[in-house]
């Protein structure tokens, strides 16, 4: 009885402590609370998928500012809300005058007037931050050119569900190390105690920052991180095989040269042969086969990304949840 009732004292003072924060990256949300959203993301996609009504959000608005187009994302979230009992407004930089010259800090303020949390998918994440500082309500960070951490709090579900556990596996990511996949998986990985290996051609290495940052987490949760220019010394035994487009959106005019550069990382099925034999592979979507990974791999039985894509929906239901609900 007394673990029944420390369980749900640590469930609603976690619950309070997380009610209006920012999720701006993984690095700002410790063990427990990482494992507190996966654990809702799970109740809510029982209840999704049972069909029982779990209307959170009734009555609550989230405003989406989309300066970079998305698939998932868009119809994830606007879905989420929907499901939640809430409603969601899609925002382009066409449809609001921060794309016209109004400052940062007057859309955040004149907004958080109208709506009960922002979400934003754009380049610079010192966009993101700057309207977190000046917003009054809850600003979810749904893709920057450093961090990606919605689609990764997803991925540590579907790793969840498919391993059962999270600490003490491997993942690799393998191809450019320096975009937000490879930044918001190291910083979520070493939090929840996986070991990770990045391999990444010469130029191509994680954010210092993220990285040093990281290593400190990491040795704290007694896991390893690691960079290496060797895919097949990054790959072996690895759990967890994940990849990403080598030519991110506003990266098109360096699409040649990134190509020749990191195809010796290409995820196949020779290499993945030094993996373990129960791998699974990850990739956000969209996915270009033949570049960063062969249709053999990703269309292949070891492939959870439909998996992986659905279960944007459900984190993100947590996240919403957490964060707006009164």
């Known amino acids: 009885m007394s673990t029944v009732k420390n369980v749900e004292e640590l469930t609603n003072t976690l619950a309070h402590k997380l009610k209006g924060k920012d999720f701006l990256t993984l690095a700002d949300f410790d063990t427990e609370e990482i494992h507190f959203l996966l654990e809702e993301a799970l109740d809510l ?10 209307p959170y959000l009734q009555g609550k608005t989230l405003g989406m500012i989309f300066e970079k187009s998305s698939t998932r994302t868009r119809v994830s979230f606007e879905v989420g809300m929907l499901q939640l009992g809430g409603h969601a407004i899609f925002l382009s930089s066409r449809d609001i005058q921060l794309g016209r010259g109004e400052t940062i800090s007057d859309t955040a303020k004149v907004m958080s007037r109208y709506v009960d949390g922002i ?21 979810i960070n749904g893709l920057t050119d450093l961090h990606h951490p919605a689609q990764v709090l ?65 040795k704290n949760q007694g896991c390893e991180i690691s960079i290496t220019q060797d895919p097949y010394e990054a ?18 005019d360096e699409q040649k040269e990134r190509m020749d550069v990191l195809k010796s990382f290409q995820v196949n099925s020779n290499l993945c042969k030094h993996a373990k034999d129960d791998f699974i592979f990850l990739h956000c979507l969209p996915a270009h086969r033949e570049e960063e990974v062969t249709a053999e791999v990703i269309d292949g039985k070891h492939s959870v990304v439909f998996d992986e894509a ?8 947590a996240l919403l949840k957490v964060l707006m609900k009164d």
């Open 235 to 252: 790959i072996k035994d690895a759990d967890v095989v994940v990849t990403d487009v080598w030519a991110s959106m506003g990266q098109e």
């Open 45 to 54: 996609k029982m209840k999704q998928k049972e069909g029982i009504p779990h």
């Open 310 to 317: 659905e279960n944007r929906l459900h984190a993100q239901k």
């Open 119 to 139: 979400m934003i998918r754009t380049f610079a994440h010192e966009t993101v931050e700057e309207l977190a500082e000046h917003a009054d309500v809850p600003v």
């Open 154 to 218: 997803a991925d540590l579900l579907t790793i969840l569900e498919h391993k059962g556990k999270m600490k003490g596996l491997k993942l690799c990511y393998l191809g450019d190390g320096n975009n937000n996949m490879s930044h918001s998986l190291i910083e979520g990985a070493v939090k929840v105690g996986m070991n990770i290996s990045i391999a990444s051609p010469s130029g191509y290495e994680p954010d210092s920052k993220v990285f040093e940052s990281a290593k400190l987490v990491g």
